[in-house]
C-alpha cells in the first residue's frame, strides 16, 4: 500500500538534496531501489519543489500498458519548462520516445525527467552501480536506495 502524499516527508534528506542538485545540472535523474523503499515519494517530494522552485510545469507518468508517447506530446502543446517523473519505467511502453524529448532545446525546450526504476533481482549494490555506469551518460544521475 502507498502512503498518502499528506505525510510529512522525512529520512530522505541527503537524497532529496542530491536529486535537487543533479536536476539543475542534468537532464535525466533515474532512481533505482526495491519496492517500498520511497523512490516514489521522494521523487515526489523532488518533482513538486524543483518544479515550484524553478518553473517546470511537472507531470507524473504510471506506467498502465499503454504508449505515452502521445499523451506526452499532447501536454507539450508549446515550448517551455517540463519536469516529467516517470514511476516504474522499468514498465513503460513506449519510454525511448519520451527520452528523445530531451533533446529538444534548439525548439525552446526545458525537458527534466525523473525516472524510476524497481530493482526486481537481487544483487550487490556495487554490481548494479556498475551496470548502471556503463549504460549512463553524462546526461544522467543514477541514485539507488
Do not use: H, W
Not at 508517447?69 to 519520451?98: C, H, Q, T
Amino acid at each position: 500500500m502507498m502512503a498518502p502524499l499528506s505525510t510529512i516527508f522525512q529520512f530522505r534528506k541527503d537524497e532529496y538534496e542530491e536529486m535537487m542538485s543533479f536536476l539543475l545540472q542534468k537532464k535525466v535523474v533515474v532512481v533505482v531501489g526495491k519496492a517500498g523503499v520511497g523512490k516514489t515519494r521522494l521523487s515526489l517530494e523532488v518533482a513538486k519543489d524543483f518544479g515550484n522552485k524553478f518553473g517546470y510545469k511537472v507531470f507524473c507518468i504510471k506506467s498502465m500498458d499503454l504508449s505515452i508517447s502521445e499523451d506526452v506530446a499532447a501536454y507539450m502543446d508549446k515550448a517551455g519548462k517540463y519536469l516529467f517523473l516517470i514511476d516504474d519505467a522499468n514498465e513503460l511502453v513506449g519510454l525511448k520516445y519520451v527520452l528523445e524529448y530531451i533533446n529538444m532545446e534548439n525548439m525552446g525546450y526545458d525537458i527534466k525527467i525523473i525516472s524510476l526504476y524497481i530493482i526486481l533481482v537481487k544483487s550487490s549494490a556495487g554490481k548494479k552501480r556498475a551496470a548502471a555506469q556503463t549504460l549512463c551518460s553524462s546526461s544522467f544521475l543514477f541514485i539507488f536506495l
